[in-house]
């Protein structure tokens, strides 16, 4: 096979899976027999991939092979490289999935470290980015609505008056996964990398709604901060999402003021942003000034439409939405993520063994277990479950895979939640704009 023809086809699959597959294997009515295609087919996805493949008979019809995935680590195949992110503080190897407003992920590689630095963090705007606070203790924000004492507080005021807590806690995107739908959704298209684990320094968000003290008539709240809309209209607010309260009344939901022991950066929404963690991280707003308690579920900017919204029964992927079929996205799915090794790595020839580690989270719910498999899932073994830090925290986890000899393999990980619930092998529960998806990860590793 020649360079362009090999390259035509990772395109291809880019554009288009079923045609590539049929390119490949030749026009076949039952594609997900790949198993019973040799010859030319198997030797032109050998060729794409860069080797052998020991267990080609495995391979699902229609599988973009992980090496052409779509996919921010570096890809040994990937026609077109990502836009690498240039921020002051950041790693570089963040990809960039919006420029305005800016937004960035976390490839998977990079999400190795038991806490994730702030450097590695992912970056999620839907506004301008406000210029950086010089005086964070001054800082003031207000908790209002239906409340017994309206409180007015600076940052200095919650440090000195309240109880600080410090908890690693997985923040992560509504929209993470969001590019594993088919067809497309529409909205920043993340990987995996919508999420990390901190350090969070911060109070109880319920120390202080004690203190405001809460109505009976209270039910949800509504976060506004200080980032101005893109169109620069300060009236409009940019984000403004809202919980029930007895998300906000959770012992870890918390204002925080500190990340990995360092002043909140300005660009993670410092000095001051709440965390509610498992939660959509569109409810965890940055740059706080203003927490508003509603007799009613909160209908700001985010709330509303199908933005982070899921559907209640399952609709036809691409067709026109029925708004009375959509629920608030609140608690996050099951994720398992491969750290390590990252997406196509070169091992030399030879090599019999590899070493596997990764996390494993799964929004209100804690991780059961976690299976990785070589041979495109027809056999899995288990890895072994780090314990959590705290509730919240991520799981980490290792485990080491045989291969029987050189070539092409995929490593597939998968995690099963606290409630037998079980990653998909493709993103389920198709919605417009794209939230839950959380199929198996997948890595590929060429050795030899
Ligand atoms: N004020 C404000 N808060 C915000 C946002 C925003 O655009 N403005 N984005 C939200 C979204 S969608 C996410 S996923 C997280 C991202 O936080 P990070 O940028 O610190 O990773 O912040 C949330 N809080
Ligand atoms: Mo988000």
């Not at 996964?177 to 990398?193: L, V």
């Not at 012992?251 to 509610?276: E, F, K, T």
Request: some cysteine.
């Amino acid at each position: 096979m020649t360079d362009k023809i090999e390259r035509s086809i990772e395109e291809l699959y880019q554009n288009d899976p079923e045609r590539a597959d049929a390119e490949i294997f030749g026009r076949v009515t039952d594609t997900s027999r790949r198993g019973f295609l040799g010859g030319a087919g198997l030797a032109a996805m050998s060729a794409a991939v860069g080797g052998a493949i020991p267990f080609a008979a495995n391979m699902p019809g229609g599988l973009i092979p992980a090496a052409m995935a779509q996919g921010t680590a570096p890809a040994p195949a990937a026609p077109k490289g990502p836009i690498l992110l240039d921020f002051p503080g950041k790693n570089k190897g963040l990809v960039v999935i919006g420029e305005r407003p800016l937004v960035a992920e976390t490839p998977e590689h990079l999400l190795d470290d038991d806490t994730t630095p702030i450097e590695k963090f992912y970056i999620r705007n839907n506004g301008q980015i406000p210029e950086e606070n010089k005086e964070p203790d001054k800082w003031k924000f207000t908790v209002e609505g239906e409340v017994n004492k309206k409180l007015e507080l600076t940052l200095g005021e919650l440090k000195s008056k309240y109880k600080a807590q410090t908890r690693r806690m997985v923040l992560e995107c509504g929209g993470n996964g969001r590019s594993f739908f088919s067809p497309k959704a529409s909205g920043n298209q993340w990987t995996n990398g919508g999420a990390g684990c901190a350090e969070w320094t911060g109070v109880r968000l319920a120390d202080v709604l004690k203190a405001a003290g809460v109505k009976p008539s209270g039910i949800y709240t509504a976060h506004y901060a200080a980032d101005l809309h893109l169109s620069g209209d300060a009236s409009k607010p940019t984000l403004s999402r809202g919980v029930r309260i007895a998300k906000a009344m959770d012992p870890d939901s918390m204002i925080v003021w500190a990340m990995n022991g360092q002043p909140l950066p300005n660009i993670h929404g410092g000095p001051v942003r709440l965390l509610y963690p498992g939660w959509a991280g569109s409810a965890s707003q940055k740059w706080l000034t203003k927490i508003v308690i509603r007799d009613k579920e909160h209908d700001g900017p985010g709330m509303t439409g199908t933005s982070y919204r899921l559907t209640i029964k399952p609709m036809v992927p691409g067709a026109k939405a029925d708004p009375k079929n959509f629920k608030i996205l609140e608690s996050m799915p099951v994720r398992a993520i491969i750290t390590s090794p990252g997406n196509g790595t070169k091992l030399p020839a030879g090599t019999k063994e590899v070493k596997l580690r990764g996390a494993s989270w799964a929004g209100d719910l804690t991780v059961r277990r976690v299976d990785v498999s070589t041979d495109y899932g027809v056999t899995w073994q288990p890895a072994k479950l780090e314990k959590a830090k705290n509730k919240y925290d991520w799981q980490r986890w290792t485990a080491s895979v045989k291969l029987p000899r050189d070539g092409y393999y995929e490593i597939w990980s998968r995690a099963m939640d606290s409630n037998g619930h079980m990653q998909p092998h493709v993103a389920p529960n198709w919605n417009p704009s794209g939230y839950g998806g959380n199929p198996m990860h997948r890595v590929a590793v060429l050795i030899g």
